[in-house]
């Protein structure tokens, strides 16, 4: 019990105005620490920058006429590659691509966010 004391004392001492800092801004270092571990096995980045995934047009009933799909973290994603050339619009064609995200209009796909084709590399034939 003592050691709770010792550290209230001092703070009687200081102005409102300073206290109420000192707790705001103890707020924000225990708001701001993370408990994530990022070790290798949790962060899933491609060593060369690429994502592996294929192409599909299995989602054009609902306005997406082909999507790149690949897998990160054991889920399922979908993104809208911008201006995809004719050569890759093959449903099931398997890719690496590099994509950074746009913030173009979706014009009717609603499923994935579209994206802007950095590089893209065809792996089967």
């Given at each position: 019990?003592?050691?709770?004391?010792?550290?209230?004392?001092?703070?009687?001492?200081?102005?409102?105005?300073?206290?109420?800092?000192?707790?705001?801004?103890?707020?924000?270092?225990?708001?701001?620490?993370?408990?994530?571990?990022?070790?290798?096995?949790?962060?899933?980045?491609?060593?060369?920058?690429?994502?592996?995934?294929?192409?599909?047009?299995?989602?054009?009933?609902?306005?997406?006429?082909?999507?790149?799909?690949?897998?990160?973290?054991g889920q399922k994603r979908l993104v809208r590659p911008f201006q995809l050339e004719e050569q890759y619009k093959i449903d099931g064609l398997e890719v690496k691509m590099k994509f950074s995200y746009s913030?173009?209009?979706?014009?009717?796909?609603?499923?994935?966010?579209?994206?802007?084709?950095?590089?893209?590399?065809?792996?089967?034939?």
């Amino acid at each position: 019990m003592g050691w709770y004391f010792a550290l209230q004392i001092p703070a009687l001492f200081l102005p409102m105005k300073t206290r109420a800092l000192l707790v705001v801004f103890a707020a924000f270092l225990v708001g701001c620490s993370s408990s994530v571990d990022l070790n290798e096995e949790n962060v899933s980045l491609p060593h060369d920058g690429f994502v592996h995934g294929k192409i599909t047009s299995a989602y054009r009933d609902q306005g997406c006429a082909f999507l790149f799909e690949y897998e990160e973290q054991g889920q399922k994603r979908l993104v809208r590659p911008f201006q995809l050339e004719e050569q890759y619009k093959i449903d099931g064609l398997e890719v690496k691509m590099k994509f950074s995200y746009s913030r173009i209009m979706n014009e009717g796909c609603d499923l994935a966010n579209p994206v802007i084709i950095d590089s893209i590399v065809r792996i089967n034939p």
